[in-house]
Nanobody, 125 residues
Framework: QVQLVESGGGLVQAGGSLRLSCVAS????????MGWFRQAPGKEREFVAG????????YYADFVKGRFTISRDNAKNTVYLRMGSLKPEDTAVYYCAAESRYGVVTTTLSAYDYWGQGTQVTVSS
């Protein structure tokens, strides 16, 4: 069973930055595609960013393009989400997720096999 543990969330003012981290328990992490999702109160969980197993391919939701950057360090079993120019509407619980079957980036929530517990990001205006 793969365990994913997120960290780095917190309270930040609009325009500020945060970096989220997600550490995986498995060495096979390097074969997984990884994604970041978020869920705001009363809303469905939505795709934010994804990265392929090698880090060579990334994909972003339109609402974060140019502001967020996803990256990974396979030697550390870690995926990151650097968030800049944060807006109050970015407030949500952020989850990392692993897609273990193909290692290919997908925006489809149901394609991800493992999920972290989430980390709260709150952006004040």
């Amino acid at each position: 069973q793969v365990q994913l543990v997120e960290s780095g969330g917190g309270l930040v003012q609009a325009g500020g930055s945060l970096r989220l981290s997600c550490v995986a328990s498995e060495r096979t992490f390097s074969s997984f595609a990884m994604g970041w999702f978020r869920q705001a109160p009363g809303k469905e969980r939505e795709f934010v960013a994804g990265i392929g197993w090698s880090g060579g391919r990334t994909y972003y939701a339109d609402f974060v393009k140019g502001r967020f950057t996803i990256s990974r360090d396979n030697a550390k079993n870690t995926v990151y989400l650097r968030m800049g120019s944060l807006k109050p509407e970015d407030t949500a619980v952020y989850y990392c997720a692993a897609e273990s079957r193909y290692g290919v980036v997908t925006t489809t929530l149901s394609a991800y096999d493992y999920w972290g517990q989430g980390t709260q990001v709150t952006v004040s205006s």
